[in-house]
C-alpha cells in the first residue's frame, strides 16, 4: 500500500491501516480497532487495539493547527520534539514516561506504550483518590529530568547543542501569550471568567500595577533563562497514575527554560485538586480529610524535590565553580523562588484564560465556584509578588490556608 508517503491528518480508519503497515506490534492478519481518545487542546490521539491478542498502541499526530482555537498555527516538529524527550527521559528517569516505539517524520506522528491501565490524574483526583507514592515519584521524575540536563551537568557545548535541538516557539509563544501575559492585559479578548468573578478579576488582576510589574519580569525571565530542559506542561492532565505506578506523558512544550516552571506547574494543579475537594465534598470529616492528605503531599513534595536536588547535585555536578561551598543552596533558592512564581502564574491562567480545568468548571455551585477561584487567585498573587520567601513546603502551604481564611465558606 505504502500511502503514507504524505503528510495528511488521519482518521481512525486510517490509523489502522497506519498500524498494520508501519509497526511491528500486531500479528498479520489481526482484526484491529481504533478510537480517537485525545482530549487535550493541541494534538490528536488514537488507541489502537486486538480483540484478540489485547496487543495495543497509542498513535499520538500533530496538527498544524491546536484543537482549542484555530488561531494557534503550529509546528508538526512539536511531535519530533515530544518522541525524543520521552526516549530521553525514559533515560534520565526509567519507568516513568511511556516507551516510545516510532517516531515518523513524515506523518508527524508518535507510536507509544498503550497505558490504558492507568488513571488520568486529573480525573483520578477529582474522584478523591488517594496516591500515597506519587511525591516520591514525581519528585524523582523532576530532579532527574531536570537537574541533569543543566550546564552545571552536562559539558557547556552539550548542553549548547541541546537547546538548540529542542527550540520550540511556537509553542513558547502559546505559553508566553496564555500563562504571561493575557490574564493579566486581556489585548486580544480571548479569556474566559466566570462571570461572578468578572469584576472581582478586573480588579484584582488587572488594575494591580504591583503585579503587573512582577508577572512582567517573570514572562521575560521565562524567555531567557535557558536552565534545564522542561516537560513544560507538567499538570495532573498530563500524568497517567495507578497505586503503584506514575508515568508523565505530553511533553511537547518541552524546551530549555526555568526549571521551576515545571515544579509550579505541579503544585498549582495538586491546589486546583484541593480547591475542588473544598468546594464539591459535602461531608465535613471526608472533606477535612482529602484536603489534609492533598496538602501533606504539596508541602512533602517542595520538600522532597530539595532534598532529592541536593543530594544529585553532589553526586552528578561536574561544572568546578558550581562546586563551591553554597552555590548548590544559591542555585536550589532560585528554583523555589520560580516555582512559586510559576504556580501563582498557573493558578491564574486556568482560571481567568482560556485553556480551563476541569477541577474548577466542574464545581456545579455558582458560590463554591466563585469562592474557589478566589481561594486560588489571592494565593496566586502572594505566590507571585512574594516568590523569593517561598522556601519550604510549610510556606507554600501557609500561603493557601491564609488565603482560604479570607473567604467565608
Given at each position: 500500500?505504502?500511502?503514507?508517503?504524505?503528510?495528511?491528518?488521519?482518521?481512525?480508519?486510517?490509523?489502522?491501516?497506519?498500524?498494520?503497515?508501519?509497526?511491528?506490534?500486531?500479528?498479520?492478519?489481526c482484526?484491529?480497532?481504533?478510537?480517537?481518545?485525545?482530549?487535550?487542546?493541541l494534538?490528536?490521539?488514537?488507541?489502537?487495539?486486538?480483540?484478540?491478542?489485547?496487543?495495543?498502541?497509542?498513535?499520538?499526530?500533530?496538527?498544524?493547527?491546536?484543537?482549542?482555537?484555530?488561531?494557534?498555527?503550529?509546528?508538526?516538529?512539536?511531535?519530533?520534539?515530544?518522541?525524543?524527550?520521552?526516549?530521553?527521559?525514559?533515560?534520565?528517569?526509567?519507568?516513568?514516561?511511556p516507551?516510545?516505539?516510532?517516531?515518523?517524520?513524515?506523518?508527524?506522528?508518535?507510536?507509544?506504550?498503550?497505558?490504558?491501565?492507568?488513571?488520568?490524574?486529573?480525573?483520578?483526583?477529582?474522584?478523591?483518590?488517594?496516591?500515597?507514592?506519587?511525591?516520591?515519584?514525581?519528585?524523582?521524575?523532576?530532579?532527574?529530568?531536570?537537574?541533569?540536563t543543566?550546564?552545571?551537568?552536562?559539558g557547556?557545548?552539550?548542553?549548547k547543542?541541546?537547546?538548540?535541538r529542542?527550540?520550540?516557539?511556537?509553542?513558547?509563544?502559546?505559553?508566553?501569550?496564555?500563562?504571561?501575559?493575557?490574564?493579566?492585559?486581556?489585548?486580544?479578548g480571548?479569556?474566559?471568567?466566570?462571570?461572578?468573578?468578572?469584576?472581582?478579576?478586573?480588579?484584582?488582576?488587572?488594575?494591580?500595577?504591583?503585579?503587573l510589574?512582577?508577572?512582567?519580569?517573570?514572562?521575560?525571565?521565562?524567555?531567557n533563562?535557558?536552565?534545564a530542559?522542561?516537560?513544560?506542561?507538567?499538570?495532573?492532565?498530563?500524568?497517567?497514575?495507578?497505586?503503584?505506578?506514575?508515568?508523565?506523558?505530553?511533553?511537547?512544550?518541552?524546551?530549555?527554560?526555568?526549571?521551576?516552571?515545571?515544579?509550579?506547574?505541579?503544585?498549582?494543579?495538586?491546589?486546583f485538586?484541593?480547591?475542588?475537594?473544598d468546594?464539591?465534598?459535602?461531608?465535613?470529616?471526608?472533606?477535612?480529610?482529602?484536603?489534609?492528605?492533598?496538602?501533606?503531599?504539596?508541602s512533602?513534595?517542595?520538600?522532597?524535590?530539595?532534598?532529592?536536588?541536593?543530594?544529585?547535585?553532589?553526586?552528578?555536578?561536574?561544572?568546578?565553580?558550581?562546586?563551591?561551598?553554597?552555590?548548590?543552596?544559591?542555585?536550589?533558592?532560585?528554583?523555589?523562588?520560580?516555582?512559586?512564581?510559576?504556580?501563582?502564574?498557573?493558578?491564574?491562567?486556568?482560571?481567568?484564560?482560556?485553556?480551563?480545568?476541569?477541577?474548577?468548571?466542574?464545581?456545579?455551585?455558582?458560590?463554591?465556584?466563585?469562592?474557589?477561584?478566589?481561594?486560588?487567585?489571592?494565593?496566586?498573587?502572594?505566590?507571585?509578588?512574594?516568590?523569593?520567601?517561598?522556601?519550604?513546603?510549610?510556606?507554600?502551604?501557609?500561603?493557601?490556608?491564609?488565603?482560604?481564611?479570607?473567604?467565608?465558606?
Amino acid at each position: 500500500m505504502l500511502r503514507f508517503d504524505k503528510y495528511f491528518l488521519m482518521k481512525p480508519k486510517d490509523v489502522i491501516e497506519y498500524a498494520k503497515e508501519k509497526l511491528s506490534i500486531f500479528d498479520e492478519g489481526c482484526d484491529l480497532e481504533c478510537r480517537e481518545i485525545g482530549d487535550g487542546n493541541l494534538n490528536y490521539v488514537f488507541r489502537v487495539w486486538d480483540n484478540n491478542s489485547k496487543k495495543s498502541v497509542i498513535i499520538k499526530q500533530a496538527g498544524d493547527t491546536a484543537r482549542i482555537s484555530d488561531d494557534f498555527k503550529l509546528s508538526t516538529d512539536r511531535n519530533r520534539i515530544e518522541a525524543e524527550i520521552l526516549q530521553l527521559e525514559g533515560r534520565l528517569a526509567p519507568g516513568f514516561v511511556p516507551v516510545v516505539y516510532k517516531y515518523d517524520s513524515i506523518m508527524n506522528c508518535c507510536s507509544m506504550e498503550d497505558l490504558s491501565d492507568h488513571t488520568i490524574m486529573r480525573t483520578a483526583l477529582i474522584e478523591k483518590e488517594k496516591f500515597p507514592l506519587f511525591t516520591d515519584h514525581i519528585t524523582t521524575f523532576m530532579v532527574n529530568t531536570l537537574l541533569l540536563t543543566t550546564d552545571v551537568v552536562l559539558g557547556h557545548k552539550e548542553k549548547k547543542e541541546a537547546v538548540k535541538r529542542f527550540i520550540n516557539p511556537e509553542l513558547c509563544e502559546i505559553t508566553e501569550d496564555l500563562v504571561y501575559t493575557e490574564p493579566y492585559n486581556d489585548y486580544r479578548g480571548r479569556n474566559i471568567v466566570f462571570a461572578p468573578n468578572l469584576e472581582w478579576v478586573k480588579k484584582e488582576l488587572y488594575e494591580d500595577k504591583e503585579l503587573l510589574i512582577e508577572v512582567s519580569k517573570l514572562k521575560f525571565e521565562f524567555m531567557n533563562n535557558a536552565q534545564a530542559l522542561l516537560h513544560g506542561d507538567l499538570h495532573t492532565g498530563s500524568i497517567f497514575i495507578t497505586k503503584d505506578s506514575t508515568k508523565i506523558i505530553d511533553p511537547e512544550f518541552a524546551f530549555y527554560g526555568p526549571m521551576g516552571y515545571d515544579v509550579g506547574n505541579v503544585i498549582a494543579n495538586l491546589i486546583f485538586a484541593w480547591a475542588n475537594a473544598d468546594a464539591t465534598i459535602e461531608d465535613k470529616n471526608k472533606r477535612e480529610d482529602y484536603k489534609k492528605w492533598l496538602e501533606t503531599t504539596i508541602s512533602e513534595i517542595i520538600d522532597m524535590f530539595k532534598e532529592k536536588f541536593i543530594k544529585s547535585w553532589k553526586e552528578n555536578v561536574t561544572e568546578v565553580l558550581a562546586k563551591e561551598e553554597g552555590f548548590d543552596r544559591w542555585y536550589l533558592g532560585t528554583v523555589l523562588r520560580d516555582t512559586s512564581a510559576v504556580c501563582g502564574l498557573e493558578l491564574n491562567r486556568r482560571i481567568v484564560g482560556m485553556a480551563k480545568v476541569k477541577d474548577i468548571t466542574s464545581i456545579e455551585d455558582e458560590k463554591s465556584r466563585m469562592r474557589a477561584e478566589r481561594i486560588c487567585m489571592t494565593a496566586a498573587k502572594h505566590y507571585i509578588k512574594d516568590r523569593e520567601n517561598h522556601k519550604s513546603g510549610a510556606d507554600f502551604l501557609k500561603t493557601l490556608k491564609d488565603a482560604e481564611k479570607k473567604f467565608e465558606r
